[in-house]
């Protein structure tokens, strides 16, 4: 596709519910990433795919969050027993190569809300 | 792991005029730098990037500076716009690494007519 794909762009879940983020990244590209960003501040990583193998989860706040990117393309990221701190833009991100140094195409992102 | 610090986190200049916004990164081994621009409600895009082996970079009205020694790197921006009005991004990671940028925790840019 033509740019990074989220969907949906907006979530209400009600407390305890599980959500799940879908994100296309821009085809071909081996990195994605997922960022987490609150209102008014910077994007705060949770996690990073290259290709289909998950190399970094160390920024997920919980096991709550799960995320997977089983083809190596498409990735969902998914809250279970959603918590109202969870409410927040969820941001992905992919780029061309695994070396770090390649411009991050970001997604228009998801906003949950959690009531 | 990396830290940056980014300021101010507001900024309000009238146009024409110039603007300048500052990080500091912790990670002595950070060498790419790229500074994202996000309109209210839009995605962040890259506006320019810099790696470590150069001090300046420029592109029309945009530039960035790095230090290595004192680790911080600032934006510039002439000529200031209405259009320039957004929250700006700093990042830093380490080449290779292919982990994680870290962000700044951005500065509201208001360029007043």
């Known amino acids: 596709g033509a740019g990074v794909s989220q969907s949906p762009r907006y979530k209400v879940a009600k407390r305890g519910q599980d959500v799940a983020l879908r994100c296309d990244p821009i085809?071909?590209?081996?990195?994605l990433f997922w960022y987490q960003q609150a209102l008014g501040q910077g994007p705060e990583f949770l996690t990073y795919?290259?290709?289909?193998?998950?190399?970094?989860k160390s920024g997920l706040p919980s096991d709550r969050f799960f995320a997977e990117r089983p083809e190596g393309s498409v990735s969902t990221l998914k809250i279970q027993r959603t918590q109202q701190e969870d409410s927040a833009v969820y941001l992905c991100?992919?780029?061309?190569?695994?070396?770090?140094?390649?411009?991050?195409?970001f997604g228009q992102g998801t906003r949950l809300t959690v009531v | 792991g990396e830290n940056v610090e980014q300021h101010p986190s507001t900024l309000s200049v009238q146009e024409g005029d110039s603007a300048v916004i500052k990080c500091t990164y912790s990670?002595?081994?950070?060498?790419?730098f790229p500074w994202y621009k996000q309109e209210l409600g839009k995605r962040p895009q890259l506006i320019i990037d810099?790696?470590?082996?150069?001090g300046e970079k420029k592109d029309q009205r945009i530039a960035v500076t790095l230090n290595k020694t004192a680790k911080h790197f600032s934006l510039h921006i002439t000529e200031t716009q209405p259009e320039d009005s957004a929250v700006y991004f700093c990042?830093?990671?380490?080449?290779?690494?292919?982990?994680?940028?870290?962000f700044g925790s951005g500065t509201q840019l208001t360029v007043l007519p």
């Open positions: 991100a992919s780029s061309r190569t695994g070396q770090g140094d390649t411009e991050a195409f």
């Open positions: 085809s071909g590209h081996v990195s």
């Open positions: 795919f290259q290709n289909e193998a998950q190399l970094d």
């Open positions: 990670d002595s081994a950070s060498n790419y």
């Open positions: 810099i790696r470590s082996n150069v």
């Open positions: 990042a830093a990671i380490l080449y290779g690494s292919a982990r994680q940028l870290t």
